[in-house]
């Protein structure tokens, strides 16, 4: 070895920097040389010992030094990723610990053939479910809206919230409103129609992307056959008519109180002979039964009716009496 690799080996050797293999060789050497006294020829057994144990001490003290730095890295290193674990565990306990969103109970109620009900919801709402009717609606309204669905009719009578809009699912259509007085008919198999007693309604054909606004005495129709909504002015009374079953007609085309008694009753009337259509009727029943109001009305207008095998009144005009 030359004399300047050995320099720059004692230099690591001091500084704790050498290899095992780069210790063994230097200390080798050392001892080497030390036989040979070329490199301390004046220094005793007891001196070149001493020089010795020095020279361990500071290799033996650099080299604590560096496992105290390492085990001070690794600690640091731990801390870290502790500290990440705890915030990692934090943000998956918030993600997968969310509290449990209060549980909603649905209310469902029905009605048969010939009768009615009368609701009242948790918001102050009235409904009067006509016959064959079916309606589900939660127990207590979210906050910030109040969502119902409906199959057959019902007549509304929704309180006042502009903060909780009230909306009706009927099939493809959707009924929203603030507050406001309405008629929904929506039954399998026939189109949907929303009549407004009062206030502001809006309809929405989800299924053909239209919507209408609706004001008092006026109607929305909704084919899905033919895929369009269309509106119209009409008498609201005549439409609400089924909840007291009070009618009063004011010369009205026979035609068109043959229809309002198909409401009224929820009964499918058909007219065979045409004759009597435009007959104009005016009376006044106070929660009649069906048949007492058409035997009243054989009074004004010439006709005939029975019932078929499928419970459908089948009328036979004949023309007016006057």
Not at 195 to 212: D, H, R
């Amino acid at each position: 070895m030359k004399k300047e690799e050995f320099i720059s080996l004692a230099k690591k050797y001091h500084e704790g920097l050498c290899s095992p293999e780069e210790q063994a060789l230097y200390e080798k050497i050392y001892r080497e040389l030390e036989q040979e006294e070329t490199l301390a020829p004046k220094w005793n057994d007891i001196e070149r010992e001493q020089k010795r144990k020095k020279i361990l001490s500071r290799i033996e003290l650099k080299r604590l030094e560096q496992q105290k730095e390492k085990v001070r890295y690794r600690n640091r290193v731990w801390q870290i990723a502790a500290s990440v674990i705890i915030m990692l565990g934090v943000g998956i306990s918030a993600y997968f610990y969310k509290p449990a969103a209060p549980k909603i109970n649905y209310i469902t109620k029905s009605t048969t053939a010939g009768q009615r009900l009368n609701l009242t919801l948790s918001d102050g709402s009235v409904i009067v479910l006509n016959a064959n009717t079916e309606i589900t609606y939660p127990e207590k309204f979210a906050t910030d809206s109040r969502q119902i669905t409906l199959n057959g009719e019902a007549y509304f009578e929704v309180m006042r919230n502009p903060e909780k809009p009230f909306s009706v699912s009927s099939g493809d259509v959707v009924t929203t409103v603030l507050g406001t007085s309405f008629n929904i008919r929506a039954f399998d198999k026939e189109n949907v129609e929303v009549t407004v007693n009062s206030g502001k309604v809006k309809v929405a054909a989800n299924a053909i992307g239209k919507e209408v606004v609706l004001l008092k005495g006026q109607q929305a129709n909704y084919s899905k056959q033919l895929g369009d909504i269309t509106t119209d002015e009409v008498n609201p009374e005549w439409y609400n008519s089924w909840i007291s079953r009070s009618l009063e007609f004011d010369l009205m085309p026979f035609k068109d109180v043959v229809k309002i008694l198909e409401r009224t009753y929820t009964t499918k009337i058909e007219i065979r002979n045409t004759a009597s259509n435009a007959c104009l009727i005016r009376g006044k029943y106070e929660d009649e039964k069906l048949s007492n109001v058409l035997d009243g009305l054989q009074y004004v207008v010439k006709f005939d009716y029975h019932f078929n095998d499928e419970g459908i009144i089948i009328i036979d005009g004949n023309g007016c009496i006057n």
